[in-house]
């Protein structure tokens, strides 16, 4: 009785949801039960087969920027047609002081898995319950599973005592006193350069501060956390312990005082790119994109990846993360967000092929409807 009625729900799903063969940038975007996919920051881990996708799980309404839930993941083998795992990391409901209490900020939570622990292991930018933007923390966690249950281990801001690997002599001396701690979601939230406040000296101590965030593999199994430091003014790239766990305490800073956001990192013909944002809180603002030889090296940026009309504001969208689609070469999708502020749940997603030009410069252009 019990397999039949299950067969008759799978037949009722098939009937009301038909299978999508293509993506619809901005469009509502069903899952297996017919709702809106909750899964904003979002990044993918490609497992045995089955993609997963990790992202903030969002509330109704002006709220939305708040966890009361957690993250959600979604699983699909052909990345048009998502099923719903459920919240792969659930808040703290009942400890108004853990670290991921219900009401806390989280947000861009990533997965990666470690072939030596065999764990899936999650990142996240964390922002203490009721502290606004002012913890800029990491938040770890970790399941043996890949839709989870992940249980929450730690908190922290990133490299607490150690300088980056292309630290200047200033940065070791002194640090202006009037520092505004305050985050106001963009530029001009400092009295000046961030660098002439060395606010990485600043945060010497008690570690850098990390907000948007990513992780990236490189083809050696190491690990990085690329996140907005120092005020966002600056990227930090981190490399992760061999566990993936935590930091290595070897860390590089990029495209200083840029103030780059979304920032995602990925690795075609043996170069590295990354694919970020400007600073402008939830609106959009024009892509940035960049190329390196070597994680910690020169970037050399290459300005907006995005042409054509709509390409100012990247089709509206912000940068989450870049997926290199498995067994076909040399096929990326842009992931972006495209935020609904007023009601975070209703965010959008803009997912784009990237196409690359003679030079291998990345290129993305707006497509109503496409396939791979
Ligand atoms: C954006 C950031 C989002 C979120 C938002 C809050 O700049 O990319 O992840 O933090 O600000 O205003």
């Known amino acids: ?33 017919g709702i809106h996919i909750n899964a904003h920051g979002g990044g993918i881990l490609f497992y045995k087969g089955t993609y997963y996708w990790y992202g903030e799980h969002k509330i109704a309404g002006k709220n939305g920027g708040l966890a009361k839930v957690g993250v959600s993941c979604y699983s699909s083998r052909d990345l048009y047609n998502w099923k719903d795992e459920g919240i792969a990391l659930k ?31 999650m990142w996240f930018h964390l922002e203490l319950k009721g502290k606004g933007y002012d913890a ?8 043996d599973k890949p839709a989870g249950p992940f249980t929450f281990l730690n908190s922290f801001r990133p490299n607490a005592g150690y300088w980056p690997v292309n ?3 200033f940065h070791k001396k002194s640090v202006a006193s009037i520092v505004k701690e305050k985050y106001c979601g963009g530029k001009g939230c400092l009295p000046a ?22 992780l990236f593999v490189d083809d050696d199994g190491s690990a990085y956390h690329i996140y907005s430091s120092e005020e966002n003014s600056t990227l930090q790239i981190s490399k992760l312990t061999d566990d993936y766990l935590s930091y ?11 103030y780059m956001e979304g920032a995602a990192l990925f690795k075609r013909k043996g170069k590295y790119y990354i694919i970020a944002s400007d600073c402008t809180g939830w609106a959009p603002n024009a892509a940035r994109s960049a190329v390196a030889d ?9 300005g907006n990846p995005c042409i054509g009309e709509g390409s100012a504001l990247t089709f509206k969208s ?3 993360f870049v997926l290199p689609v498995q067994g076909k070469k040399d096929t990326f999708i842009f992931m972006g967000d495209h935020w609904m502020e007023k009601n975070l749940i209703d965010s959008r997603y803009i997912w784009l092929p990237i196409k690359f030009n003679e030079k291998g410069n990345p290129i993305l252009e707006w497509k109503d409807a496409w396939s791979y």
């Open 167 to 169: 630290v200047q002599p």
């Open 318 to 320: 912000q940068s989450t």
């Open 294 to 302: 070597q994680i910690f090296g020169n970037w050399t940026e290459l």
């Open 1 to 33: 009785m019990k397999t039949i009625l299950t067969l008759l729900f799978t037949l009722m799903c098939f009937i009301s949801f038909p299978q999508q063969k293509s993506f619809q940038p901005g469009a509502i975007w069903p899952d297996n039960n």
């Open 193 to 214: 350069p961030p660098d002439s406040l060395n606010i990485l000296g600043r945060d010497f101590k008690g570690g850098q501060m990390a907000r948007d965030m990513n």
């Open 248 to 258: 290595s305490g070897q860390y590089f800073r990029v495209f200083t005082e840029r």
């Open 136 to 143: 800029a923390r990491s938040g770890v966690a970790v399941s």
């Open 91 to 121: 808040v703290n409901e009942t400890d108004s002081l853990n670290d991921i209490a219900s009401g806390c900020i989280l947000e861009r939570p990533k997965v990666i898995y470690n072939a030596k622990t065999n764990k899936f292991v």
